[in-house]
């Protein structure tokens, strides 16, 4: 049996056993499978929780101070991937946010592996730097 599978960007047709066919035919059926889970339940939680979460009552909603400190630690993190070169925080984001990996991100960019390697390396150390910075400004007060 012919099987067309992507290499590297690249359509590829190869003759394969029947046994290795069906084995291939599972794996894209489960992969399907999973997928659909995930966007059914992308963030853990049921659909009637999600509907309650969307609409801010019950159990998951958010009170505004709550709000208010996630868009004040989100403002401070877009800071300081700020201080990170372009090419850091472009191979960072495709790692972190769309899970790439190195290698994947490598081809995009036109770079090498070790390259994105280093890359997302530096932007992690400079938020290693960023959280001892903060908990050093911040010390915690026992009791008045």
């Not at 609409?55 to 700020?82: F, H, N, Q, R, S």
């Not at 081809?107 to 530096?122: D, T, Y």
């Amino acid at each position: 049996m012919e099987v067309t599978i992507n290499y590297n960007g690249q359509a590829v047709t190869v003759e394969v056993t029947l046994e290795v066919y069906e084995y291939l035919d599972r794996a894209d059926h489960k992969a399907e499978n999973l997928s659909h889970e995930q966007r059914r339940h992308w963030d853990g939680r049921e659909f009637d929780e999600y509907i309650v979460a969307a609409k801010g009552i019950g159990l998951y909603g958010e009170t505004p101070e709550e709000y208010l400190c996630c868009m004040e630690t989100l403002d401070e993190l877009m800071a300081v991937l700020d201080t990170c070169t372009e090419a850091q925080r472009r191979r960072f984001l495709l790692y972190a946010l769309d899970g790439l990996s190195f290698s994947e991100i490598a081809a995009l960019c036109g770079c090498s592996k070790s390259a994105v390697q280093f890359s997302i390396e530096g932007v992690r150390k400079i938020f290693r730097n960023f959280q001892k910075q903060t908990i050093r400004m911040t010390p915690f007060q026992a009791t008045k």
